[in-house]
T-cell receptor, first 114, second 111 residues
């Protein structure tokens, strides 16, 4: 199993550009989520999904969109990048029976918006 | 409003000694608490957890203590090893719907 994979590893965007961060898992996990990590602020939940076709907002959803058309994939879209979205983004997944507990995290995408 | 707080950004201990990482929370609805460990350039990995119906959970060198009346939990690592050097995140959840993380504590274990 590859676990949770994220692409790209690094990305530089100009203000106003859009892009999609990819996340895939091969563990048949129903629960998937996106976090951003900023210095001194820990990890903050952006969006999460409890299954294909079902998504919900987390703590900091503004400026991001998600969709979940398959169990395996959970892409995160930045609609119009802003410098405040410079961060490290982590995707995570887990079985629905364990909910948000004991999530498996991907290696992260480091995004810089200039 | 930071519902989960780790007030120590960093902690340095000698190899073989005990490491104690602390976490405070404000939301009394939290019913499950977890610790994650993160190495540089990697995603966090689950370390240990505790339900609010318990006050202690042990897994090898790692023990988590929960004091509900004080809304405080701690992670003890005994004995500490250089490979334990990492950032440790405390997290809390209400009914498994989502996790709220603390800011993290950088643990350095010196040989």
């Amino acid at each position: 199993n590859a676990g949770v994979t994220q692409t790209p590893k690094f990305q530089v965007l100009k203000t106003g550009q859009s892009m999609t961060l990819q996340c895939a898992q091969d563990m048949n996990h129903e629960y998937m989520s996106w976090y951003r990590q900023d210095p001194g602020m820990g990890l903050r939940l952006i969006h999460y999904s409890v299954g294909a076709g079902i998504t919900d907002q987390g703590e900091v959803p503004n400026g991001y969109n998600v969709s979940r058309s398959t169990t395996e994939d959970f892409p995160l879209r930045l609609l119009s990048a802003a410098p405040s979205q410079t961060s490290v983004y982590f995707c995570a997944s887990s079985y629905l029976v364990t909910g948000a507990y004991e999530q498996y995290f991907g290696p992260g995408t480091r995004l810089t918006v200039t | 409003d930071q519902q989960v707080k780790q007030n120590s950004p960093s902690l340095s201990v000698q190899e073989g000694r005990i490491s104690i990482l602390n976490c405070d929370y404000t939301n009394s609805m939290f019913d499950y608490f977890l610790w994650y460990k993160k190495y540089p350039a990697e995603g966090p990995t689950f370390l240990i957890s505790i339900s609010s119906i318990k006050d202690k959970n042990e897994d090898g060198r790692f023990t988590v203590f929960l004091n509900k009346s004080a809304k405080h939990l701690s992670l003890h690592i005994v004995p500490s090893q250089p490979g334990d050097s990492a950032v440790y995140f405390c997290a809390a959840s209400t009914s498994g719907s989502r996790l709220t993380f603390g800011e993290g504590t950088q643990l350095t274990v010196n040989p």
